[in-house]
């Protein structure tokens, strides 16, 4: 998800939304795997994810549509993260 989502960002998200939309950013299961994509379309119960680095990412041009039930959380807003911060950095930390 680069440049948005840099390796080892940390993400703050949510499981209670009620609608996909296209634009955000969603973690899903794929393969065993949690993934991090942003959905770019939605047809029916199926969502179709690209990565923001075209030329990089494994998304759905590659593993194809995605069911809504595999997808457990949404990416709250970035102005809501606080990972570049030290409050959430010592939380983090403490365990």
């Given amino acids: 998800m680069l440049p948005t989502l840099p390796p ?5 998200a949510t499981s209670f939304f009620y609608k996909i939309i296209p634009g955000n950013i969603y973690v899903f299961k794929h393969d065993g795997l949690e993934k991090i994509k942003r ?3 939605v047809e029916g119960s199926s969502v179709y994810f690209l990565g923001d680095n075209l030329d990089h990412s494994t998304d759905s041009r590659h593993f194809g549509w995605i069911s809504q039930d595999k997808i457990i959380a949404k990416q709250l807003k970035p102005r809501l993260q606080y990972a570049g911060t ?3 950095r010592k939380q983090l930390t403490r365990r």
Avoid: M, S, T
Avoid at 8 to 12: D, F, S, W
């Fill in 39 to 41: 959905a770019v379309r």
């Fill in 86 to 88: 030290g409050w959430l």
């Fill in 8 to 12: 080892g960002k940390v993400i703050i």
